[in-house]
Structures are given as C-alpha cells and as structure tokens.
C-alpha cells in the first residue's frame, strides 16, 4: 500500500505542476500573442484568434513536477530522466511545427525519436505483461516497437486536439486511471509522474476549456501523448494504455483509414464537421470526409462544441474504467 | 447524452474482442517456436511473433472499422 510519506510527495508532484501551469499559461499567451503566434478557433462562429504555442505551459508545469518527483524518489531518477527527456524531444518537435508546419509523413518519423532516452538509458523491461498471456519475451524485437509506440501515440492525441479542451480533458480522464493503475502496482515513483502530467492537464484545461483562451498546439498534443507512450513502457501497462487510448484510436485510426494515407488537418478538402448558422455542429454527409470521433458523435444529429468534448470526455472516461479492468485482468494473469 | 451510448458499446465491445485477440495470439502465436537459444533463431521466433500477433491485431482494427462505419453511415442516414 501507498505509504504516507509517499501519498504526501506525490499530492506536492500534483500541486506544483497545477500552480507552475496556471500561473505559465496565460504568460506564455501574451508572449506567443505578442509575436503574432496565434491559431484560429475554426469552430466558432467569430472565427476567433487565439494564441497559440500554450502547451509550453504543461510542459513547464511537467518538467517542474518530474524534478520535485526526482527528489522524492531518487531510485527512480532514470526512469523520470528518461520520461521527461521523451516528453522535452516531442514537445520540441511539436514546437518546430507550430511555427514551420511539418509533413504528414516527417512528423510521425521525427517523434519516433522521442523515444531515444527511453532506448540509450534501458528504462524499458523487454517482457510486456499481456492480459490473460502473462510475460511474454521480446527481447530483440520490443525495442524496436518503442518508437512506433511513442509516434503512434503522440501523433494520436495530437490528432484528438480539435476543440476547445478536447485533448486537455481526455488526457486528464487517462492520467487519473493511469495514476490508480501505477499505485496499485505498487509504483509510486510511476505514480508521481502520471500525476505530475494530471496536474498540468487539469490546469491548462483550465484556460483551454469551452470557450478556449488559450490553444496547446502541437507543442501540448506531441509532448503530452510522448508522455502517456512512456508512461506505458516504463509502467508495464501497454495494454491497459492501449484500452484508455480507444477513443484517440478510434479517432485517428478511421481518419487515416478513410482518407487512406497519413494527412495533416489543413490538407482536409472534404472537412468531417461542419459549423451551421445557430454555432452548432453538424456531420458532413460526404464520403470521402474522414469518419472522426467528431464525426461519430454528431452522427445522431448537431451539437454545440462543449457537448461534443463532453461527449469525447465521457467515451474516454468508459475507456479508462476498461484500462483499470484490463490492468486488473493482466495483474490476475501475473498471479 | 444519450447518443454516446452506441459508442460506448461500440467500446465495450472492442475491448472484450481485444481480450479474446491476446487470448487467440497466446494459443497461435506464442507457441511458435523456431528452435534453438542462438541469437538467429530466437530474431527469427520473435519477429514470426510480432507478424502473427500483428495480424491478430489488424483483424481486431477491421472488425472495429466495420462497426463503426456500419453506426456511422446508418445513423446519419436516419
């Protein structure tokens, strides 16, 4: 069980990185508005400008977090060096993208070296835990999955930020599970780090919320997502990440699957959603508009934007209850 | 928030088959073995692996498409 020295560190982790965020968000949006660095809210009616670039909060607000975290559980220093290291490495990428957008193809293959710390520093156990399989003995070929994982993943969330703290507000939900799944396995040094990023989150969700202050930009979504893919590797719970992740799947996964190659959103002719008069949202009818996770909500009819990130939130709360069903399953297997 | 409900099966859904998948890939795949502790034959065990539970995997994301879409253009044909 937690013990109580170790359940104090980890709530200071939680509220260090929420204050360094709150109080880093709206500064770095005056920055960033001050240098013309700003994105559009495409799905409001005023089609308002907003500055962009903010995810460098959560970053700050992580890295913070990670040191105190250091501190208190200094055994598990090269597991949170190697966490923040992947984290900083997919930020930046998502930094250089935001102001000279990338490919759709280099993207994926530059986050896939985010996961360099991870691989130099051997924070990785080459025997995943599969559900109702127990270990299985990757040794040659795990490592080699490591920057598919961390591209796959970060590019997922990063696909999921398409309204106002859609990709805030689902992570939060995965990190809360992720946290109960790291203290339950009895890794509370795992734990602080998955709660240093809820803090963080929970924060800048603050100011990104319906309506958005502030926009994350590639900067948040490849940092953030990097973080959930080590979280897994270094937790040994890639599957039960896998399950909290369906949403992000979902919405990813049929996006390419429709389009039938890897596309960045302003190449989108055909776009899933459309805004109507009254500032609601309605599905595109058209059949080569990519099926989104936007898309499949509002399939039933149109809604305004809150009600669908309450909708992304929800579906990811369903799927983060399954994860810790999953983590408990795989934990039966082990016994 | 009725209408997310259809999702959140579809969610359940691909979950209990994502169980059954690892159950499938323990009974097919990790039996596989090409023999011996040498380095060569453990790549070529491993690798064999990955490729079969690879293409458990990419079932399960077929399967999961055809639901969706099926939802997807039945629903909004209503």
């Known amino acids: 069980m937690l013990d109580s020295l170790s359940g104090t560190s980890i709530a200071i982790v939680f509220a260090v990185a929420a204050i360094v965020t709150l109080v880093a968000t709206p500064t770095i949006g005056r920055v960033t508005k001050a240098h013309g660095i700003i994105g559009r809210d495409v799905h409001k009616l005023s089609k308002v400008e907003l500055p962009e670039m903010c995810g460098l909060a959560i970053l700050l607000g992580l890295t913070t977090g990670v040191a105190l975290s250091i501190l208190f559980f200094p055994d598990a220093g090269k597991e949170a060096v190697a966490f923040i290291g992947t984290v900083l490495i997919a930020g930046a990428i998502g930094f250089v993208d935001d102001l000279h957008p990338l490919g759709a193809r280099i993207k994926p293959v530059l986050t896939a070296g985010a996961a360099l710390p991870i691989l130099l520093l051997r924070t990785y156990d080459p ?14 070929v795990y490592p080699l ?7 796959v993943t970060s590019n997922a969330v990063n696909m999921m930020d398409v309204m106002n ?12 599970a992720t946290t109960v799944i790291m203290l339950a396995s009895g890794r509370p040094e795992l734990a602080a780090l998955s709660i240093g990023l809820l803090g963080a989150l929970l924060a800048f969700y603050y100011f990104n919320r319906f309506p958005a202050k502030v926009l994350g930009g590639d900067t948040g979504s490849l940092a953030v997502g990097s973080a959930l893919a080590a979280l897994a590797i270094l937790g040994q ?11 992000h799947i979902m919405n990813a996964f049929y996006g390419l699957a429709s389009v039938g190659r890897l ?13 109507l008069e009254d500032g609601r949202l309605e599905a595109s009818a058209e059949r080569n508009a990519p099926i989104t996770l936007t898309r499949l909500i509002l399939a039933s009819g149109p809604l305004t934007e ?30 | 928030m009725k209408k997310l409900i259809p999702l959140a099966a579809i969610e359940i859904f691909v979950w209990g088959i994502l169980l059954l998948s690892t159950l499938i890939i323990s009974k097919i795949a990790f039996l596989i073995n090409l023999g011996g502790e040498t380095l060569i034959g453990r790549i070529a065990t491993e690798a064999i692996r990955v490729v079969v539970s690879g293409a458990v995997v990419l079932v399960w994301l077929l399967i999961w498409k055809k639901i969706t879409d099926s939802y997807f253009w039945r629903t909004v044909a209503r």
């Open chain 1, 165 to 176: 703290g859609a990709m805030a507000g689902t992570v939060s939900v995965i990190c809360g």
């Open chain 1, 127 to 140: 025997i995943p835990i599969v559900p109702l399989l127990g270990p299985v003995r990757l040794t040659v």
């Open chain 1, 263 to 275: 596309y960045e959103r302003r190449e989108i002719r055909q776009r899933p959603v459309r805004l």
């Open chain 1, 237 to 247: 719970v890639e599957t039960a990440m896998i399950v909290a992740l369906i949403p």
């Open chain 1, 145 to 151: 999955l490591i920057p598919i994982a961390i591209a």
């Open chain 1, 306 to 335: 809150k009600e669908i990130v309450r909708g992304m939130i929800l579906l990811t709360l369903v799927s983060s209850v399954l994860s810790v069903l999953t983590f408990w399953v795989t934990a039966v297997g082990r016994i």
